[in-house]
């Protein structure tokens, strides 16, 4: 959902660049996205298509290498690699912060955000992104076990996220997924969306909808239909619920050549 993929600049093993409109920013310019199928990943790597254009165009490679944060400071991707090497807390923050203002489901930047957000003793803004980073998809970052069992050993909130449906059901999550006939994350994780778009959280809705039809998705066809994930009703779904918030559908098109 939310991406168009274009063949230019592609290896041609499968892999290839694509324009992807961030959850709640479907009014906005797109990001440039390189999907690794191998993985089921997807690496930020453009914060614009003229900012992937400039780098590519100024490229001594055929294939263009993902950018640093001096050829395109808004990279999400070149934000997180930067901010793994950064030397100080607060200038990894900044970075992370940036990349996921750009990508608000950046699982892995969100993921190493909230770490260090607890190592400034920033705990609420540590509550928000631990939350953010659960119900972010696995294409952009592996699930993040060890902000979960930071969550689970808290027992207070802020008000404003007493009633955040993840945070209420964190003790009954793994975030463990494959190799198993039954999961009981899969119902946790649907009763959550459905709290979501209760509370009128359209946006979380949607990404947690985004995240639970990528785990559906890594999992065999029987285990899908025992969990009665239909591929179709499913998407029909998650295109009503974007068109229920104001920054626009997820539901995109090639345009006419």
């Known amino acids: ?22 959850i709640g920013r479907e009014s906005l310019e797109p990001i440039v996205v390189e999907t690794w199928h191998d993985s089921w990943t997807i690496q930020p790597v453009g914060s614009s298509l003229a900012a992937f254009l400039r ?3 100024s490229a001594t490679e055929e294939y263009p290498e993902p950018p640093t944060v001096l050829e395109d400071p808004d990279s999400p991707f070149a934000c997180f690699v930067a901010a793994k ?11 992370l912060e940036r990349a996921t203002t750009i990508l608000p489901e950046y699982t892995d930047a969100l993921s190493l955000l909230w770490a260090q957000y607890v190592r400034a003793g920033r705990i609420e803004d540590a ?7 659960i ?6 970052g592996t699930r ?6 930071w969550l689970c050993g ?4 802020p008000p404003l996220l007493a009633e955040d449906p993840v945070w209420l059901a964190r003790k009954e999550l793994t975030l463990s997924f494959g190799g198993k006939k039954e999961n009981a994350d899969f119902p946790v994780l649907l009763n959550a969306i459905q709290r979501y778009l209760d509370q009128s959280e359209f946006v979380l809705a949607s990404t947690l909808m985004q995240t639970y039809a990528e785990l559906m998705w890594r999992e065999t ?21 974007g068109e229920k918030y104001a920054m626009g559908s997820r539901s995109v098109q090639m345009p006419e050549s």
């Open 221 to 241: 066809v029987s285990f899908r239909e025992r969990y009665g994930f239909i591929a179709a009703e499913f998407i029909a779904w998650q295109i009503e619920v």
């Open 127 to 133: 509550i928000v992104t631990a939350l953010h980073a």
């Open 1 to 22: 959902m939310g991406f168009i993929p274009f063949s230019d600049y592609a290896l041609g093993n499968g892999d290839t660049f694509g324009l992807y409109w961030p």
């Open 154 to 157: 808290r027992e207070s909130i």
């Open 135 to 140: 119900i972010s998809p696995p294409s952009f």
């Open 55 to 57: 780098v590519v165009q």
């Open 144 to 149: 993040p076990l060890k902000a979960l069992r």
């Open 85 to 95: 090497e950064a030397q100080q807390v607060e200038g990894a923050i900044v970075l």
